[in-house]
């Protein structure tokens, strides 16, 4: 086995045996908001080139959970009272371009149980897609994954500072500030009816609305798609990124302007990605960073945890 190969399943082995320790632990928390490591090194394990793999995978994923961990501080910071959310400005804003408080007052106008359960699987396939789409660039279009990474990691550092700079409340959680008129939570009554363990590890940051990543990801992966796959794979990419856009908005969970704010970031992260294609880390380098943001992350997590167990 070349040495490569050797330090993948090492490092594998190591993310593992940490999850492992956790849950025996009782630290539960820590090892399922991580989860994504051990599962996507494990499957590398499984692949040819798994060297390349963990070479390849190692620094997006180690940016993926320590962005979900700073997501979830900048919210422990508001309910500390470090940080202020507002709601007036985006009302503002989505008056200006709806002619409404909130575009879901529209939408929700025609809410049925089959639309409901529509919305909330196209909510939820969010947390995954584009993980699925970027396996699928890496094993067939290998040549455009670094773009794919380094476009999602510019779009998540924009987000945070989006999220740290102005917290923002979405529709159902301004309606209860009386911002906007009624708009049922239907996210949190259907996932807490099924899955209520996993909607509280993963509603990390309820005033995370500006901008919308959650429109950003499938703007990029339909944008990608485009450029690896061909036409007809961005068409469809693009129709599901309109209808994840469109659910969003339909649930509450963003405002019109939040999305158009997200598509933004998705372009600004493509433009800047495709620049920067000789810019990195030595090999080296990149490991340590990665270390270091996987370190960061159990930190700022396991704080989080006794701050607000």
């Not at 659910?247 to 800047?272: C, F, K, S, T």
């Not at 810019?279 to 701050?307: D, E, F, H, K």
Request: proline share 5%; glycine share 10%; with cysteine.
């Amino acid at each position: 086995m070349q040495a490569g190969a050797v330090h993948a399943v090492w490092i594998t082995v190591a993310v593992f045996a940490l999850d492992g320790a956790l849950l025996a632990g009782g630290m539960r928390f820590l090892a399922v908001k991580t989860a994504v490591l051990p599962v996507m090194l494990g499957y590398g394990l499984l692949v040819r080139h798994r060297a390349a793999f963990v070479r390849d995978w190692l620094p997006f994923l180690s940016a993926v959970v320590l962005f979900d961990a700073l997501r979830g501080a900048i919210y422990g910071a508001v309910l500390e009272g470090f940080l202020s959310f507002h709601a007036g400005y985006v009302v503002v804003l989505e008056r200006a371009i709806v002619g409404l408080p909130s575009a879901s007052l529209l939408l929700q106008a025609v809410r049925a149980p089959a639309v409901d359960l529509a919305a909330i699987l196209l909510h939820a396939s969010h947390f995954g897609l584009f993980l699925l789409f970027g396996l699928a660039l890496w094993h067939l279009r290998r040549d455009h994954f670094g773009l794919f990474r380094r476009a999602f990691v510019l779009a998540m550092a924009v987000g945070l500072i989006g999220y740290a700079a102005i917290p923002t409340a979405p529709p159902w959680l301004a309606a209860q500030f009386d911002a906007v008129p009624p708009v049922p939570h239907v996210v949190e009554r259907i996932y807490t009816s099924y899955v209520p363990e996993l909607y509280g590890m993963f509603a990390t940051n309820p005033v995370a609305a500006m901008p919308s990543l959650h429109a950003a990801f499938p703007a990029m992966c339909a944008a990608i798609g485009w450029r690896a796959f061909g036409k007809g794979m961005g068409i469809v990419l693009g129709l599901y990124a309109v209808l994840v856009m469109l659910a969003l908005v339909y649930l509450g969970e963003h405002y019109a302007v939040d999305v158009v704010a997200g598509v933004a970031v998705a372009a600004l992260a493509l433009g800047i990605g495709r620049r920067t294609a000789s810019v990195g880390l030595s090999p080296r380098g990149t490991l340590m960073a990665s270390v270091g943001a996987v370190a960061l992350t159990y930190t700022i997590l396991a704080l989080s945890r006794a701050v607000r167990p």
